[in-house]
Nanobody
Framework: QVQLVESGGGLVQPGGSLRLSCAAS????????MGWYRQAPGKLRELVAS???????NYADSVKGRFTISRDNAKNTVYLQMNNLKPEDTAAYYC??????????????WGQGTQVTVSS
């Protein structure tokens, strides 16, 4: 009932920047914590960053100081600003949202993923 659509991925050189966006649509009642995960070939999916409704953030150690997560509740959108990108950041990035519906049901939703490739 809730759909998440990511955008902003692509090919970038080391040291470059990208901004990912994830827009939620559908029957939205309350979006709770939202986050970005990534999965590289041969690796487990890992949490990159998360942000609460009130703006509290958490980051993986590998991206601290380089990535910034933010959200716009009015637009039901979460962003990930990625600076000083490194080849090891190459992965498929997935948006995640914890959602509470009007019937008080609660579940996680996932986007389809957007590819980020860092290469010279």
């Amino acid at each position: 009932q809730v759909q998440l659509v990511e955008s902003g991925g692509g090919l970038v050189q080391p040291g470059g920047s990208l901004r990912l966006s994830c827009a939620a649509s559908g029957s939205i009642f309350r979006l709770n914590v939202m986050g970005w995960y990534r999965q590289a070939p041969g690796k487990l999916r890992e949490l990159v960053a998360s942000i609460s409704r009130g703006g509290s953030t958490n980051y993986a150690d590998s991206v601290k100081g380089r990535f910034t997560i933010s959200r716009d509740n009015a637009k039901n959108t979460v962003y990930l600003q990625m600076n000083n990108l490194k080849p090891e950041d190459t992965a498929a990035y997935y948006c995640n949202a914890d959602h509470t519906g009007r019937s008080w049901d609660r579940r996680d939703y996932w986007g389809q993923g957007t590819q980020v490739t860092v290469s010279s």
